[in-house]
C-alpha cells in the first residue's frame, strides 16, 4: 500500500520524536480498558474533573471470554459532578465461526453498559485518595457487573493504586472483575509517556502510555494512546488467552475551558482608559444637555449595528438608557450579545445615566430584559471585578414598560435579516442491538426561519439523505426509523406572553413529511425562583386518514429545578408516548459552558430506559453579520445514546416511550436554550467582558 509523504513511518517517527523533545506535557488522564479512569485495566482513585469528557476507541479482549474473532472495546465518559464520572461502555465481541441467535446476527457478547464512580473528599494532603464504584450499572445482560474500592496517590513520577473488587458471575464466564488489584504507572521525565504494570485480581498486564500535550486549536484536548499485554490470563476454562490491544483517547476538558473565561486578561491593544473618579463625580451631578444626549446615542446606535445586532431602538427614559436588540450573530450564548450591549451602553452612555438596560427581542418581540449600574460596569470593564457589578445585575421576562415613556432616537428600530437559514446534521442510530453494533441514517437538515409578525416566525425543513448503514436499508429492520428526503416540517410558531411569567407558543402545520396538526409549549416561570413547569402538546394527523396511518400525540408535563446558578437542571415529569405508553421520566441535566449533558431515564410499561445525551452548538461564537438573508450553522446539535436498565422482556431494542420532539422550541429560539434569568447572567459577567473586548472594540 502506498502512503502519502506525510503519512510514511519516517516521518510520523520524526513528528513523535520532536514533540517528545520539544513539549512539556501535563500529567494527563489515562482510561482503563474497563470504562473508568484507571490504568490499564484497573480503575484508579481519581475521577474526570468537573465537565471533561472522555472518549475511547480500542480493541481489549476480556481474558475470561473465548478469543473471538471481533474484538471492538469502546468508552465514553463524562465528569459529570464534582467527584463523580460516569461513563458508558460498548463491548463487541463476535466469532466468525457460529452461527448467530435465532432473529440476530448476534454470536458473542455484546453489551452497552454503563459506570459510575464516587470519588472521596481528601481527608489529609498526606493520605492517599479513595473512591468506590461499581461496572455494568443494571440492565438485561449484564456481562461485566462488579463493585469495587480503590485507593491511588502519587509519589514523584509514581502512580500506584490498589483496591479490591467483588465480581457478579453472570453465566459460565465467571466473574470478570474480581478479587484484590493493584499497580503501578511510572511516568518518564517530562515526556509524555508512562510505564505501567499491574494485576487485576486474575491477571497481570504491562503497557506503555503516551499522553500528548494539550491542543490549544481543539479546546486544550488531549489525545492519549495505550498498548498493552496480558500475561497468564486465563479463560473460563482455564486455558492460556495472552493478548495484545491498543486504545486511542481523547479527553476534551469542557469544564475548565468555560471557567478559564473568568480569567480573561484583553491585550494590551483593546485596553479601556482609565476612569477620571473625580470627573466622573462632577459629570454626573451636571444637567443633560440634549444634544451631547443625541450624540452618544448615535454613536451608541452605530457601534451596536458594527457589531452586527439587528432591530436596535436606543433612547432615554429619566436617568436610564434603554437598548431594544435583536441577536442572531452571536448564536452560541445571548451573554455574548448582552456583554457587547451592557458594554458599549455604559461606554456611551451620559454620565448622569445611573442605570442601562438590555432588552432582548427575538421575532421582534421583547422577551426578557437586563439591566445594571453603567458606573459599576465601566468600572468592571476596566478591572474584571465582577463583585460589585454583580450586586446590580437584575433580568426579568416580558419588559412591561411602556416604549412612549422611552425617548428614542428614532421610533423605527434598524434594519433586520429577512430570512436565516441553518444547516443541522439530523441521525437516527441504534447502538449494541440484536442485529448491530452500530446502526445509523445520516441526513443534512436545511432550516430557515421567516419572520413575519411580532413574536411569529415561519419554520422549514427540508432533509437531505447521506447514507444509511445496512440495516436502516429498505426492506431491514431499521428502515421506517430512517431519515427520508423531503420537506420535514412547515409551519407558523406565534409566542405570546400571557402573563410576566407564563409563556405561550403555538405552532400550525405540517409535521414529520406527512402530518399535519399542532404543537404547544406552555412555559410557567416560578416566582422567586430560576425554576420553571413545563407542558408540552402534540397532536398530528395524516393527510391520508387511514388505518395505516395512526394520529400521532404525545404530551408531558415536568418540573425543571435549576440549581448551582444554572448550570445543574433537575427535570421530573409525567409523559404520554406515540404509541400510546405512559409513565415517569426524569432528566439531570449539567452545563460546561455551552456544552451540555444529559442522562435521563423513563418508566414504560414494566420497561426502564437511561441513557446520556450531549449537546453543543455548530456555529461559530461570531457568525455571520446580519444581511437580507444570513447562514448558519444550528445553536444546539445533541445526540445521545440509551439502553434498558431493567425489562420485563430481553428485547434490547427499545421499540416504545418515544416522543415527538418540538420543531420551534421556546427554549431554543427564544431563551437563549433555556439559559436566562438573573443568576445565570449574573454568573455570566465575565464571558459578557471578554465578548465586549473580543468583538465591540
Known sequence: MTHPRWLHPRWALTALATALATTTHAQGTGISAKGNTGGLVI?????????TVAATAGNYMEPRIPDPSKRRNDSFGVGLLPYVELFGRFVDYQYDDVQPRPGTNVTGPRDLSANLKIQLPSLAEQLPDFAFGINDIGGAAAHFKSIYGVASDQWGPVRWSAGVAHGKAKDSRGRMFHGVFGGVEVLVGRTGLAVLAEYDGQQSHAGIRYYSPELPWLGNAQFVGTAQRSFRAKDAQGNRVDATSVALSLIVPFGSNARSAQHYSPPASRTLPELDEAAERAAAQAPLDPAEVRERLTRLQAALVGAGLERIRVGMADNRLVVEYENHRYAQNEADALGIVLGLAAEHAPRQVLRVYAVTVKAGQRQYETSISAARFRQFLRDGNWGPARATLWSGNKPDYDPAEVRWLSDQPTSRSWARFELAPRISSYVGTEVGAFDYSLAADWQAFVPLWRGAEFYGSYVTPIHDSENFREGEVFYPSRQRRGVRAAHVSQAIWLHPRLLNVISLGQFNYHYYGAQNQTLFFVPGRADTVNLRLTRLRHKHEHEQYP?????????????????????????????????????????????????HARRVDGSTTAGIRLAFPLTPRQGMRPYPVTFAG??????GVETRVSSAGSNVVTRGGNTIPLDYNADTQLLNRGRIGEAYFGNQLPRMREAFYRYAL
Do not use: C, K, M
Open 43 to 51: 480503575p484508579s482513585a481519581w475521577v474526570l474533573e468537573s465537565g
Open 551 to 599: 394520529d400521532q400525540q404525545n404530551y408531558s408535563l415536568s418540573y425543571t429545578l435549576r440549581l448551582n446558578e444554572g448550570d445543574t437542571w433537575i427535570e421530573g415529569g409525567y409523559a404520554r408516548f406515540v404509541d400510546g405508553s405512559h409513565g415517569p421520566t426524569l432528566n439531570f441535566t449539567r452545563w460546561f459552558g455551552d456544552f451540555n449533558v444529559q442522562v
Open 634 to 639: 444550528t445553536s444546539q446539535f445533541s445526540y
